[in-house]
């Protein structure tokens, strides 16, 4: 028997043992499950079955299934609108459904049984927000799931799939993307977990079973399908000529592209070949004896139209409005059905989010939004995201992320960031990778070899490798990646003279990084290392030779013959490095990312985290796995890690009340931070409508010129004159288990006229779009007229060592906020507040319902937290919820700059402001108007 070394992947056979022993262990509670308690399980099944004790390793079954048990997933939450919905799904109604039963039995062959539980919760709760397929007459319901970027979407509706059949839809439609890699790869795994046959073919004696199939193939059940997973495979004139669809008990599926001459086709062929009646008003061509469900998968892609849409004089959108081919087509698609079903799903659902709820036109009926819910998946603890990777704002700056992120400097002259097509990337004039990209690839190399020692030999790894979206850039990154990688396999292979130096640099690189950041992991107990034994690098050596000659080298265009065939090497694991650009970043999953060298620049929200494949699970490896990119795209990921992070906490708290779809619409489309997502393209300019209530605005980056930095002094020295008395200095606030106390002086009941004075006369950098003082004052003051925002609390907060006075004879010390990069024109920092602040203005009884609030949000989804921790204190949007629609709070600073930022000498401290808006209905929103070369500049391309 095999001893494999850290994190053990089961075998078949351990894998019929760990689903016994699970099975077991879900009829004693939580808290007995010991590994005492599992290890006589184990025994208690292997005296069962003797024959299975020698072919078992028992070390990899207990840690497997002490893997499962700490493992946990939170609830969904929902926004809903129930007009015209009929509730339908009972226990009754699923009893004997076969589609789903051979779906959930095959997924917990790799998933905990909690995990499958959830999973059947989480699409019972979708399904039943759809309408029931057997209820007759005209209905029409419009849904979007909202979950985490490479996070098990597809799994998820797949189990829609599977129970939409079992209930009666007849007519299957999942639209996979733009490109035929990510259709291919989409119907292989429908084809796994609702066909359970290889769509190799339409030819039933040449059915190979496969996934669900292995657990029930029965003929009589067998779904029918109208494309496969070959290139060529999407719905074609052939397909549309030589069938039609006859009402019957199996269901149909069909998974095509978002291309216009696909969706054309298949539009001419429902109406043609399909239809059974004609619309009374319209004379349209209508399906009325076939339910239709329309999965769109990556929702915000290509589906949205970006069009502008006129209005008339009362808000009502144009009928005659042209929408763009894609979104057009969908709606058409739609309304062909008397009975249909739309769920879309989206990582980034912002797109989503800014169609205009009553946009309808004459040939396409209603717009995309999604008017009957949205519902936001929760995350699973062993979800690696944004907040787990680049951390969350905290009490003193930023939680620090996992140990991942490695910033890189040298690539330059290699790839310039605005390289055009044609450009032939070299390092300071060589044919030859930048010493960070050989670094990275030494790592894939590393990574292979220890998965191999850990017993994952035949588990997927993957490299992703994202520097140019042109297609002949990545042919020349394609050739200098291989080169290396067959140099170094050459080298680690003959050992006969020259491998002297990889090596060194191997055992390098294992020495002083992972064998680091593994022991920094199991530190602070990352899920999956707490049964991590050290591997010696004479282990990792045997290894070295054989992990770089599994390596391929792939270059990824979008045709289904460049897909990943993970499907294809499930016994063996394939070992790839994929090169590409725009066809890596939506939906297209990489099995076993482990090392990402990343480079593209888009500043846009949806497209830089969909850009963010190394997001996902990564059971027993996370610690090999490397993110290589630059400081400003970290920067920015830990700006959308916060920004993402707000607005689910804000959509906890919508779903707790009770909230409709439209709700959280308004709240996404005025949102300061998330404004930018390429839905709000426009020709000539981009005009946002922004919205600060429930939000927080605070100064983080700073004017560095001397008159400016005068001209705030004064500004505030003005706004502390007519403040008059405040409350006695420290500022003290009971608190369940001892008061909280701040430096510094507060004001209450102040005037709306005094803050708006105070925001007219600060000058902003023209950098801080979130804390923009004019605009901010619009806001106040727009507010002021529907009585909200009118009574406001100042607090002038002091931290730190050195005193600063002003004249008005406030003495303050002053917070030291190190620079966060280095810019000659400004001065930034990573966070102006301390979170606790923000909650300076409420009493005791407020502040506890807001800690209720915080925790009750937090429990329901602790899997997306970055250390599973429960909170102790309130969050900002809970702060906000619980505060009057009438008072605002004004937070004042005096900040000293570090030497290095080179500020003339005779400067005052530099003055900063937050701004902590309550949440309010009034749905006011003030305009900020770009051109489109800013535009461009600022936020990059698409």
Known sequence: MIRRQGVNMPTATEQKVVKIVSELLDEEERTSRTPGLISEKIDLVLGMHPKWRDSVDIRSILDEIIRREAFWIGQDATLRNDNGHEAWLTASRKKDWR??????????????????????????????????????????????????????????????VCKAADAGYKIVIVLAGLHNNLRSQTQMRLDEAFLGYKT?????????????????????????????????????????????????????????????????????????????????????????????????????????????????????????????????????????????????????????????????????????????????????SNYIGPARVFGLRGESGRDAGLPLVRHISDFDSWMPSRHKNGHVPSHHGEDRLPPSLQNAVLSFILACAVRRVRGQEAEHCS????????????????????????????????????????????????????????????????????????????????????????????????????????????????????????????????????????????????????????????????????????????EWFEHIADASEELREEFDFMAASNGTPRDYGLKVQSHPTLMVTSSIKMRTARELELSFSGSLSETVTFRKDLPAIQHNIRAIERLLSSLGTSEQSPIIRSRPGGDHTWQGFYWNEVSADAIINFLDNYKSHSEAKKANSQLLSQFVTALNREGELTQWSVGLIGGGDEQHTFETGHSVKMLKRAEHGQHTDRYSIRRLMSP????????????????????EAFRADAGRNSDGSEPNSPNGPAIRLVRPKERGVLLLYTVKADEKAKLPAEAPPLIGFGVSFPSSSAGVRVKYRVNNVYWEQEYGGF
């Open 99 to 160: 589609y789903w039963q051979r779906y959930r039995e095959w997924i917990e062959r790799r998933l905990p049984l909690d995990a499958v539980d959830a999973l059947d919760a989480s699409t019972d709760s979708v399904l039943a927000l759809l309408e029931d397929p057997e209820r007759d007459g005209f209905w029409s319901r419009r849904g979007l799931v909202v979950g985490h970027v490479q996070s098990g979407k597809t799994g998820h509706y797949s189990g829609i």
């Open 200 to 380: 190799t073919a339409f030819n039933e004696e040449a059915y190979t079973v496969i996934g669900v199939g292995e657990i029930d193939a029965d003929p009589a059940i067998r779904p029918n399908f109208a494309t496969t997973r070959s290139e060529k495979g999407d719905f074609n004139s052939g397909v549309a000529k030589n069938f039609g669809i006859t009402p019957e008990k199996r269901p149909w599926l069909f998974v095509v592209k978002k291309n216009k001459t696909v969706l054309t086709r298949l539009l001419g062929w429902i109406k043609n070949h399909v239809a059974n009646g004609r619309d009374q008003e319209t004379g349209r061509p209508l399906v009325t004896n076939l339910p239709f469900l329309l999965i769109d998968d990556e929702a915000d892609h290509a589906s949205v139209d970006t069009k502008e849409i006129e209005f008339d004089e009362n808000g009502k959108p144009d009928e005659e409005h042209e929408p763009t081919a894609i979104n057009r087509l969908i709606r058409r698609l739609l309304i062909s059905f008397s009975r249909s079903a739309y769920v879309g799903y989206t990582a980034t659902p912002f797109a989503n989010i800014f169609i205009h709820e009553q946009n309808t036109t004459k040939e396409e009926g209603p717009d995309l939004f999604p008017s009957s819910f949205i519902i936001s998946l929760a995350a699973p």
């Open 463 to 634: 490299m992703l490798i994202h520097v140019t979206r042109f297609t002949s850039v990545q042919r020349y990154v394609h050739s200098q990646v291989d080169e290396f990688v067959r140099q170094s396999r050459q080298r680690l292979l003959r050992r006969t003279g020259g491998h002297e130096e990889i090596l060194a640099a191997l055992r390098d690189l294992w020495e002083a990084d992972f064998v680091a950041t593994t022991k920094q992991m199991v530190e602070v107990q990352v899920e999956d290392l707490s049964n991590h034994i050290e591997i010696p690098w004479s282990d990792i050596d045997n290894a070295l030779a054989d992990a770089a000659t599994d390596i391929q080298v792939r270059m990824i265009n979008g045709s289904a013959k460049d897909a990943l065939d993970y499907a294809e090497n499930a016994q063996t694991g394939l070992k790839v490095i994929a090169i590409g650009g725009e066809k890596l970043s939506r939906g297209l999953t990489l099995e076993g990312l482990t090392i990402s060298y990343f480079l593209r620049a888009s500043k846009m929200y949806d497209t830089l985290m969909q850009m963010g494949r190394w997001f996902g699970y990564r059971p027993g490896y996370i610690d090999l796995c490397r993110l290589y990119t630059t400081r400003e795209l970290t």
């Open 836 to 855: 606790r602040d923000e909650a300076v203005d409420l009493d005791e009884a407020d502040w506890v319902r807001a800690l209720e609030k915080t925790q």
